[in-house]
Every structure is written in C-alpha cells, then in structure tokens.
C-alpha cells in the first residue's frame, strides 16, 4: 500500500483517518518513528500519473512472484483504488473525490476479518468491523469538517443490539485547534482525557491523564535553525524517553532513546535531475562516536511516464536482495 498514494497528499486530510491527524500516542516504535517520517520525506509522488481515460493496473512483481496488484481508475471526478495481494487473501479498496476518502474497505480472507467506512455527506463516516466473533460499529461526527465526537458500539451476541463501549469528545480553541479530546465509558464516565498546548500554528505539548493522574506528558522543541525537532515522552512509570530529529537538505537523522538505550538512524535520500527520489540509504550510527555503517539502500527508477517502475534493495554488503518491478497495463472502460 506504499505506493498507491501517488500525487494525493491524504496525511493531513481529516477525513482519512482522525490518528493522522490528532497527535495522541505514547511512546512510539523506533520502527514506526522512522518509517512515518521517511515517508513524510519521500513524498507522495512514487506514482503521479494515474489516466482519466483508462483503467491503469500494476503488477508488482519480487523474482518473478507476484506480491501486489492495483489498479486505478476514475468514474467522473472520483478515484478508485483496489490493491490485492499475491495470494489475494488480503484486499483493499478506496475511493476519493477531491480531497475526501469517500469510503474504504478491507478484507482478510484467511483472518475472517471484513472492514468497511463510508463517508456520508460532510458530516458522519460510519465504519463496520466484524468477523465470525464480534461486529464493532463506529461513526464519526463532524462539525465544519472537524471531528466533533465518536461513538464505538460492540454487537450483543444475544440480543442482537449495538451496545455503546465507549465515546470520544473532541473540542476545540477559537483558532480551530483541538484542545482536548475525553474518552467516555458506556455510562458516560470520564475514563481519559488529552490536553494539548500550542505555541501559534505549533503543537508543543500534550498530556495523557488517566483518571486524576498524568500518566503522560509529551513536549515537542521545534528549531528553525537546524529543521529540528525534540520531542520528549515523561511517563509515570519511566523517566523520560526521547526522539530527535533534524534534517538538513536531503539528510534525515534519528535519535532514538528509550531506557537509557540509544540508537541513532541516518537516512540520505538522493534525487534525479527531474525532482525524483533515485536512491534511499539507511545508516546506523554508533552511539557516541562518529562512525556509520551502511546496513540498506533502495534504489529507484522510473518509467517515462514518471511512475515507478522498479526498487533495488541492496544490503550492507552491496548486493543486491530483492529487484522489485512494477508492470503496468491499460485498459479502455
């Protein structure tokens, strides 16, 4: 699913997904840490040519085995998108118009698991999961295009009724700024609540309270000078932990503490004479000293469309692991 973005930018759509764009987690995952802010960087632009005309399919081929397929196409101003694996268990499929996620839906044959969203005018996005066990139902309020509250609801087995599990309340400042968001127990309880403080259009804390207790403050230390930023986790049961990163040009650094454990990750990215990114390559950095070493690099290449057309990983060694290819293929409706 990397790469069915191609020129839609959907992070800071509201309408995608509310943990996109609502700051709220705890400690993260170096992983996750860096695989979110890698992608941030690299863009949206692995694929920018999608035909109005045709319905565009890609194959994306690993030594000859087939891993993914997509497949593109328009109906008058909306964008259909559907994604299958290789073994077609897992399926996926969403559908834009402008700036929206209209809708979405997923599928795990092998799981059992079936989930579905639909966005229903400006206003309410109502989504099913359910499998052989359990249906969860939740809808989302909208208020001016901001979420106003979320209701989870959990099917009775015996009575066949949607019980409420849980609601969340979000408000925000004149400025449009969510500033605090409370989770609600089915008998309208206080059980969470997050603070959030800005400092002008800039996030610079949030605090997770369970209960009466702060169970989490996150600070957040922007710097101009060198496109940096320090967030910080204090949580009740450690001292703090912390991520720093800065970039400078096309050169992407994480520092990553946790436990007093820490591992710095070095990211270059390198472009083409058209603006596209031609090479990715991961460095580990040894704490305290100043040496690196090279553990992978992704190559790029493009084809003259100006979409993707296959990925080199390379390991630490220099050769070469796996030569992902994508072959498309059009079609007249």
């Known amino acids: 699913s990397f790469f069915f973005i191609g020129s839609i930018q959907v992070n800071n759509n509201i309408f995608f997904n509310e943990t996109d764009f609502y700051e709220e987690t705890e400690m993260p995952d170096l992983s996750e840490f860096t695989q979110q802010i890698v992608s941030n960087a690299i863009g949206s632009n692995l694929i920018p040519y ?10 994306i081929m690993d030594n000859n085995n087939l891993i993914i397929e997509m497949e593109f196409h328009h109906t008058e101003d909306t964008l259909f998108f559907n994604l299958t694996n290789g073994s077609q268990e897992k399926t996926k499929s969403i559908s834009y118009f402008n700036d929206k996620v209209l809708a979405t839906s997923y599928t795990d044959a092998r799981k059992g698991i079936n989930y579905s969203s639909r966005l229903y005018g400006d206003t309410l996005r109502k989504s099913l999961l359910h499998n052989d066990e359990r249906l969860i139902t939740t809808n989302i309020i909208y208020d001016d295009g901001y979420i106003s509250t979320i209701s989870t609801f959990k099917r009775n087995p015996d009575t066949k009724k949607d019980d409420l599990k849980k ?9 449009h700024q969510l500033f605090e968001k409370k989770y609600f127990n089915p008998r309208d309880k206080m059980t969470r609540m997050i603070q959030y ?6 996030l610079v804390q949030y605090n997770i309270n369970q209960g009466t207790s702060v169970v989490l403050t996150v600070t957040n230390d922007y710097s101009s000078k060198d496109n940096s930023l320090l967030k910080t986790y204090y949580g009740s049961d450690f001292n703090y932990s912390r991520v720093h990163y800065f970039k400078e040009s096309d050169d992407l650094n994480v520092e990553f503490e946790k436990s007093r454990k820490t591992e710095k990750r070095r990211y270059i990215l390198k472009s083409d004479v058209n603006q596209r990114l031609s090479e990715l390559e991961y460095r580990l950095i040894q704490p305290d ?9 992704w190559v790029f290449n493009y084809n003259a469309m100006g979409n993707l057309s296959s990925i080199k990983v390379i390991n630490k060694k220099g050769n070469i692991k796996k030569h992902i290819l994508l072959e498309y293929s059009f079609l007249r409706p």
Do not use: A, Q
């Not at 403080?197 to 800039?202: A, F, L, P, R, V």
């Open 50 to 59: 999608i035909p109005k005309d045709s319905v565009m399919k890609v194959r």
């Open 167 to 175: 609601t969340e309340r979000f408000l925000y400042n004149e400025n």
């Open 197 to 202: 403080y800005y400092k002008g259009d800039t």
């Open 289 to 297: 000293s100043p040496i690196t070493k090279t553990k992978k690099r």
